[in-house]
C-alpha cells in the first residue's frame, strides 16, 4: 500500500520535496529508497511487533512507512509518556522490539534498537517484496487512559480523496505524528504528492515562524491551536499566505470560523469530524458550527454513517479501526457495527450541534452543564486567548461551574473578568461560572484542551 503511493509519485514528481524541515530535505526518490532500506531491517527483525519511542523528526516518517512496508506491526508510543511507564505498555501490547531516540532509564521487556543500529541494518539489499503491516495508534487520553486503535495502511489511505496537489502546496505537521490526527496528515500528504513541512516543535509560536519560513499554504490543527495563533498574529500584515485551514479534533465555535475568514480572507477553511477509532468521517466548509443535519439520512451503503441515539452521536464508517489492541479492551461497537462516540449533539434545525463530551459533563445541583456552551461564549471576547470550563467539587451543589482564563495581551483581568460575568449572564443560572481564574497558560494534549 505505501510502496503503492510512492511509486505513482516516483513516475509524477520524484524531485518533488516529500519532507522539509529545519534540519533535513527529501524529495519522494530519496525518501523512498531510503524506505525500503529501512524496510528490509526491520524485516529481519525476530518478532511481528515494533514500537518507537521517538520524537517527531523525518526519522520517525521513514521508522513509520518502512514498518508499514515491512509486514510488521507498529506501536506509536507518546514521546511525553514517562521512562517508567513503557514496560507495562510493551508487556500489554506484546512489543517484541522497541526503537528509539533515546536510552529510556528503565528495563525493558523488549529489545531497544537505537536509528544508527537500525541504520547498520538497512544496509542490507531494499526490500523488493512489500507485505503491508499494521499501525497501533493511542487515544488521546484526554479525558482519561488512552486506549489504543488497530488500523492497517489501507484503511487509512481508503478515508483521503486523491487530488493531485499543485507543485507549491505544503502542509504543516501541527499534530503529533503518535496521533490519529498527525498520521492522517502524513497519509493525505504521501496521497496527493504534497510537501509536509516539520517545525521544530508543537509549540505555536515555532509553528507561526516554520509557516513562514517554507512558505506553508496549508495547516491543519485544532481549534486551541488557532486561537493561539490569532491571539500571536497581527490582523494585517501577518505575511502568511494560507490557502487551506482544516479545524479539526475539537468542535469549532462560529466566532472561530469569523476571526479565521478576517485574517485569513483568502484561505478556504474547513473543519473536519474524525476520531482515532471511527477515522475521517466529515468535512464541512459552509462556516457553520456542527454538521448538516443531512448526516443522519445517508443511504445504507454509504462509507460512513452517523445516528443520534439520547443525545450522543453514533458512527459507522467502512474505514475505522479494526478494534483495540489489547485483551482488556472492549469494543465500543455494538453488533449491527455501531461506535458511540461520547459526542454529545442537540439538533436545532438543519443543524447537528455538539455540546460536549459526555464524561465532561458538569452536574449542578442535579442539572447538567456542558463546558462546550460556558467555553464559546467566554472564548467569543476579545479579552480572552483561550478559556477552559470545567466542574468543581462544592459541598452544597455538587459541583460548581469554574473556568480556567488565559487573557489576551494588553487586557486587564479586572475588565476580562466583568466581561465575562455580563456575557455569561445570556446563560442559564446554573451554567454561569462561579469561579473565574486567570492563568498564563492551560495544559493541552496534542494541542486540544486538556480536560483529565
Same mark, same amino acid.
Given at each position: 500500500?505505501?510502496?503503492?503511493?510512492?511509486?505513482?509519485?516516483?513516475?509524477?514528481?520524484? %524531485?518533488?520535496?516529500?519532507?522539509?524541515?529545519?534540519?533535513?530535505?527529501?524529495?519522494?526518490?530519496?525518501?523512498?529508497?531510503?524506505?525500503?532500506?529501512?524496510?528490509?531491517?526491520?524485516?529481519?527483525?525476530?518478532?511481528?511487533?515494533?514500537?518507537?519511542?521517538?520524537?517527531?523528526?523525518?526519522?520517525?516518517?521513514?521508522?513509520?512507512?518502512?514498518?508499514?512496508? &515491512? =509486514?510488521? &506491526?507498529?506501536?506509536?508510543?507518546?514521546?511525553?509518556?514517562?521512562?517508567?511507564?513503557?514496560?507495562?505498555?510493551?508487556?500489554?501490547?506484546? /512489543?517484541?522490539?522497541?526503537?528509539?531516540?533515546? /536510552?529510556?532509564?528503565?528495563?525493558?521487556?523488549?529489545?531497544?534498537?537505537?536509528?544508527?543500529?537500525?541504520?547498520?541494518?538497512?544496509?542490507?539489499?531494499?526490500?523488493?517484496?512489500?507485505?503491508? =503491516?499494521?499501525?497501533?495508534?493511542?487515544?488521546?487520553?484526554?479525558?482519561?487512559?488512552?486506549?489504543?486503535?488497530?488500523?492497517?495502511?489501507?484503511?487509512?489511505?481508503?478515508?483521503?480523496?486523491?487530488?493531485?496537489?499543485?507543485?507549491?502546496?505544503?502542509?504543516?505537521?501541527?499534530?503529533?505524528?503518535?496521533?490519529?490526527? =498527525?498520521?492522517?496528515?502524513?497519509?493525505?500528504?504521501?496521497?496527493?504528492?504534497?510537501?509536509?513541512?516539520?517545525?521544530?516543535?508543537?509549540?505555536?509560536?515555532?509553528?507561526?515562524?516554520?509557516?513562514?519560513?517554507? &512558505?506553508?499554504?496549508?495547516?491543519?490543527?485544532?481549534?486551541?491551536?488557532?486561537?493561539?495563533?490569532?491571539?500571536?498574529?497581527?490582523?494585517?500584515?501577518?505575511?502568511?499566505?494560507?490557502?487551506?485551514?482544516?479545524?479539526?479534533?475539537?468542535? /469549532?465555535?462560529?466566532?472561530?470560523?469569523?476571526?479565521?475568514?478576517?485574517?485569513?480572507?483568502?484561505?478556504?477553511?474547513?473543519?473536519?469530524?474524525?476520531?482515532?477509532?471511527?477515522?475521517?468521517?466529515?468535512?464541512?466548509?459552509?462556516?457553520?458550527?456542527?454538521?448538516?443535519?443531512?448526516?443522519?439520512?445517508?443511504?445504507?451503503?454509504?462509507?460512513?454513517?452517523?445516528?443520534?441515539? %439520547?443525545?450522543?452521536?453514533?458512527?459507522?464508517?467502512?474505514?475505522?479501526?479494526?478494534?483495540?489492541?489489547?485483551?482488556?479492551?472492549?469494543?465500543?461497537?455494538?453488533?449491527?457495527?455501531?461506535?458511540?462516540?461520547?459526542?454529545?449533539?442537540?439538533?436545532?434545525?438543519?443543524?447537528?450541534?455538539?455540546?460536549?463530551?459526555?464524561?465532561?459533563?458538569?452536574?449542578?445541583?442535579?442539572?447538567?452543564?456542558?463546558?462546550?456552551?460556558?467555553?464559546?461564549?467566554?472564548?467569543?471576547? &476579545?479579552?480572552?486567548?483561550?478559556?477552559?470550563?470545567?466542574?468543581?467539587?462544592?459541598?452544597?451543589?455538587?459541583?460548581?461551574?469554574?473556568?480556567?482564563?488565559?487573557?489576551?495581551?494588553?487586557?486587564?483581568?479586572?475588565?476580562?473578568?466583568?466581561?465575562?460575568?455580563? /456575557?455569561?449572564?445570556?446563560?442559564?443560572?446554573?451554567?454561569?461560572?462561579?469561579?473565574?481564574?486567570?492563568?498564563?497558560?492551560?495544559?493541552?494534549?496534542?494541542?486540544?484542551?486538556?480536560?483529565?
Amino acid at each position: 500500500m505505501i510502496a503503492a503511493r510512492f511509486s505513482d509519485k516516483l513516475e509524477r514528481c520524484p %524531485e518533488r520535496p516529500f519532507l522539509l524541515s529545519p534540519n533535513s530535505a527529501s524529495n519522494y526518490a530519496d525518501f523512498f529508497e531510503h524506505c525500503r532500506k529501512l524496510a528490509s531491517g526491520l524485516r529481519n527483525l525476530k518478532g511481528s511487533r515494533l514500537a518507537c519511542y521517538m520524537a517527531d523528526s523525518t526519522e520517525l516518517v521513514a521508522v513509520m512507512l518502512a514498518a508499514g512496508m &515491512s =509486514g510488521k &506491526s507498529l506501536l506509536m508510543l507518546n514521546r511525553d509518556f514517562a521512562y517508567q511507564r513503557l514496560p507495562s505498555l510493551i508487556t500489554r501490547y506484546n /512489543v517484541d522490539v522497541l526503537i528509539s531516540d533515546s /536510552v529510556p532509564e528503565v528495563e525493558l521487556p523488549a529489545t531497544l534498537l537505537n536509528m544508527e543500529a537500525l541504520e547498520e541494518l538497512a544496509y542490507a539489499e531494499p526490500i523488493q517484496e512489500y507485505i503491508d =503491516g499494521e499501525i497501533l495508534i493511542l487515544t488521546s487520553g484526554t479525558t482519561g487512559d488512552p486506549k489504543c486503535a488497530r488500523y492497517t495502511w489501507a484503511d487509512l489511505f481508503a478515508q483521503v480523496n486523491e487530488k493531485h496537489a499543485p507543485q507549491d502546496e505544503r502542509w504543516l505537521l501541527a499534530y503529533r505524528l503518535n496521533h490519529f490526527a =498527525g498520521l492522517q496528515m502524513l497519509v493525505h500528504v504521501l496521497e496527493n504528492g504534497s510537501t509536509l513541512v516539520m517545525s521544530r516543535s508543537t509549540r505555536v509560536a515555532e509553528a507561526l515562524q516554520t509557516m513562514l519560513e517554507f &512558505s506553508v499554504t496549508h495547516v491543519s490543527s485544532t481549534p486551541t491551536f488557532w486561537r493561539y495563533a490569532l491571539a500571536t498574529l497581527p490582523e494585517t500584515d501577518h505575511r502568511l499566505n494560507l490557502k487551506h485551514i482544516t479545524l479539526g479534533s475539537e468542535p /469549532v465555535s462560529s466566532s472561530l470560523l469569523e476571526q479565521l475568514q478576517h485574517t485569513f480572507p483568502k484561505a478556504r477553511i474547513v473543519h473536519i469530524y474524525a476520531s482515532t477509532e471511527a477515522g475521517s468521517c466529515v468535512s464541512v466548509s459552509d462556516m457553520r458550527p456542527g454538521l448538516p443535519i443531512s448526516v443522519l439520512h445517508r443511504d445504507e451503503g454509504s462509507e460512513v454513517q452517523f445516528k443520534v441515539v %439520547e443525545d450522543e452521536l453514533y458512527i459507522r464508517s467502512a474505514h475505522g479501526m479494526r478494534g483495540y489492541a489489547g485483551a482488556d479492551e472492549i469494543l465500543k461497537r455494538n453488533t449491527e457495527g455501531w461506535l458511540a462516540t461520547g459526542d454529545l449533539v442537540r439538533v436545532e434545525d438543519d443543524r447537528i450541534l455538539f455540546m460536549g463530551r459526555r464524561s465532561e459533563t458538569i452536574n449542578v445541583g442535579g442539572v447538567k452543564v456542558h463546558p462546550l456552551e460556558v467555553e464559546n461564549i467566554i472564548s467569543a471576547l &476579545s479579552g480572552v486567548k483561550l478559556a477552559r470550563a470545567f466542574g468543581q467539587e462544592n459541598p452544597i451543589v455538587g459541583e460548581i461551574v469554574a473556568v480556567e482564563v488565559v487573557a489576551n495581551d494588553n487586557y486587564s483581568e479586572h475588565d476580562v473578568e466583568e466581561s465575562i460575568r455580563e /456575557v455569561c449572564l445570556k446563560l442559564t443560572r446554573h451554567a454561569r461560572p462561579r469561579s473565574i481564574n486567570f492563568v498564563d497558560t492551560i495544559e493541552t494534549n496534542n494541542l486540544k484542551l486538556k480536560r483529565q
